[in-house]
């Protein structure tokens, strides 16, 4: 929807589906964005190469979050029925584009700090991201049918997955001290901890978008 | 009226203006708080000296500005109808008070750490701070009318602003790199990042007001 | 109750407490955790030795914890009726939780980074840490009875303290940088840091609950 140009089957889908489920198709597309985000992410730290093209290529993921988002924020002021509140719907969406925000930071860090070598530890932090931001898509998939005990699933998951970053932080800043380039160690700790933190917001949005739904059921 | 230490003009106003509308008044008189305080931290980061004698003056600005939170705070406690609800005026007063404290936080820090120089990114991110409180104070001075197009073009800006200050971040800190002097690198570094959030948080407020003024409206 | 593994006498609790209490219990016993974690850290910044052995004890308090807000969780997934909002009780409870969790970070790192000296300012922190948990703990007890004025008086001693540790945590930074060696810099700033801003998250608590209490007088 976002990321086709052609104006007609927008419409067209306007037509077909009901004014107040347009929100769960908008924040099932985006859910999908931030997927691609963190595909993208994963698969630089797993095969760092080229790192100015696939900068570009998360920013331009980046890019059509953010249009995602307006195209909310747009809606959500022009119709007067939605199935959930408003607000819910604004805060979760702008919490959700954090996430894909968060990716686009980290990478653009790797690159303008000039981060020639990625340790085992950020391939780690890759995967966890990965995982818990497909945990994070099937709950918005859920969403739509308030399925209340798959979103509560998923949710734990996001949880654990979120206890394993932090272990895994502390461990790599540990290790990181051992280190004698302290300029290296400065980087690197940061980019550690931004990678910590996408999990950190990973489950911001999860308990958000579990406490919506509960407040639904 | 919080200036002003007269007790008597205080009263009069408040017989002037109906109770429920008080809030906005002492919303719109923090907002104008806050900006003189982004004033001042601009003006040091283009002029940097007497940093003792100013970080003084920012100092009270700040106490002014959390006398005027514990104001709304306790005439919330005490009136019965108010325009808004209760918890609404409170989150966003108090957050508000958080651009503030940020404002009164980076100035302790130039002090503190003994910065005897400013950078070039340093200034840029004083201007960037004050057009986003400038916004902001628009905005504000928009909530009592509940204009929600006007308060979401300002809610725009802010978000635009903020942006530039993340491009900025990352720059400055890629540049820092450079340096040799690892204690000055940590020291800017932290500042930075303060600057940064400091946008942030101006951005939360803009959103936090754009949501409750959706709410209303 | 959650520490009793013995499941008889919490079923009997349960049929003399009517359903839509048993939240306050919770939280009451969630809040004396918290407590119990902060005197721990703040014994160990007192008297610095058996660091692996005293982790381990924080981190069985902080799983007790996490025992509690999944209880409370659970309940409120199948309890219709609650004396406040359903996701008022859970937010605060998890937020709450973030003080524990919080407790055990800085455990960690003081071992994982392998700290073998306290200074002066740590101690400091650990004793307005207590106290300021203290604070929160005798809200909480006041919260069965929606004592707003208890509640609102601790919630402004919980600010004195966020800022004292505020200021400690300047002084203690501006002091840091006088040392020479960077790597300790870099750690010991990262705890104060963290010290610090388990005090910002005591006084989210206390804003949180008093809102909740606020919304219900």
Known sequence: MVENKVKIPLNIKEWLIPQDKIFFSLLEEQSRLVVQGAKL?????????????RRKEIKEIEHKGDEVVHTIQD???????TPIDREDIDQLSSLYDDVLDF???IVNKLYAYRITEITREMTLFGEVIL???TELNVAFQNMRSLNQKEIERRSVEVHFLENEADELLNKSVA??????????IIKYKEIYEDLERLTDVCEDVSNLLRDIVLKHS
């Open 175 to 184: 290790e990181l001290f051992e280190q004698k380039d302290v300029i290296l």
């Open 75 to 81: 809606r959500l002021a022009h119709t007067f029925i």
């Open 41 to 53: 992410l994963n698969d630089l730290l797993l095969d760092y190469k080229d790192v100015a093209k």
């Open 131 to 133: 995982k818990a931001v």
């Open 103 to 105: 990716t686009n930071t």
